[in-house]
């Protein structure tokens, strides 16, 4: 079966640096990828890792280890506008079939 | 504007009432998926499809249907909603070269 662990909140002080754990276990992996939601509104991608190692973009890096079933979302200079839920997700075989973990709400203070 | 429309964005009806959630997207994607969110278990894949007519099961399809008549359309269909099926649904899409999804605004439906 599948089964993706995030922790379920997070709280960060604004210009630091948080790192969001997901741990998975599943079959056919294809990808692992990272969603930011806020609050009220749909997910939008962030991230897509397939081969080890850390992936950079911007003040985001996502990071994944196959061999380990783990992967982190590294957020650096937090402002309170990174205060969202941060969902980890991975895609089975190549089509169209993801799953989700339950996701990891961060607040930013000030 | 590239996006994902869903209709209605919110709705309240009673068990037992059939009703269609309509998706559409204008990006010419082969690829879309209709999920559900509840609080604590995240999101699930209830159907998705792979271009028209290819259509399969994500990992909670029990109480819904789907159709791929058209690329551009993706609607979940409720045959006979129950209370347990109150909750916040998004429709995405993806090009079949890509791995970006692109969200829907979402529905939120409540069945009492």
């Known amino acids: 079966g599948q089964n993706i662990d995030q922790p379920t909140e997070m709280t960060a002080t604004e210009g630091a640096i948080v790192q969001i754990n997901c741990t998975y276990q599943?079959?056919?992996?294809?990808?692992l990828f990272w969603y930011q939601q806020h609050a009220g509104e749909a997910p939008t991608f962030l991230s897509y890792?397939?081969?080890?190692g850390l992936e950079e973009k911007g003040r985001f890096s996502s990071f994944l280890s196959r061999s380990k079933g783990y992967s982190y979302l590294l957020l650096k200079e937090l402002q309170m506008k990174d205060s969202a839920s941060y969902l980890c997700?991975?895609?089975?075989?190549?089509?169209?079939?993801?799953?989700f973990g339950p996701g990891t709400r961060l607040s930013v203070l000030p | 504007e590239a996006q994902v429309t869903q209709n209605p964005r919110y709705l309240i009806t009673v068990t037992g009432k059939k009703l269609t959630v309509t998706c559409s997207q204008n990006?010419?994607?082969?690829?879309m998926s209709w999920y559900r969110q509840d609080p604590g278990l995240g999101l699930r894949q209830i159907y998705y499809?792979?271009?028209?007519?290819?259509?399969d099961k994500g990992d909670v399809p029990e109480g819904y249907k789907v159709s791929r008549k058209e690329k551009r359309n993706f609607p979940l269909i409720l045959e006979s909603p129950s209370p347990n099926q109150t909750s916040l649904y998004f429709c995405?899409?993806?090009?079949?070269?890509?791995?970006?999804?692109?969200f829907g605004p979402g529905t939120r439906l409540t069945v009492t």
């Open positions: 997700a991975v895609r089975e075989g190549y089509g169209q079939n993801f799953v």
């Open positions: 499809s792979m271009n028209v007519e290819v259509t």
């Open positions: 890792n397939v081969l080890d």
């Open positions: 599943t079959s056919g992996f294809n990808g």
């Open positions: 990006m010419n994607h082969e690829y």
């Open positions: 995405a899409s993806r090009d079949s070269m890509d791995y970006e999804q692109y």
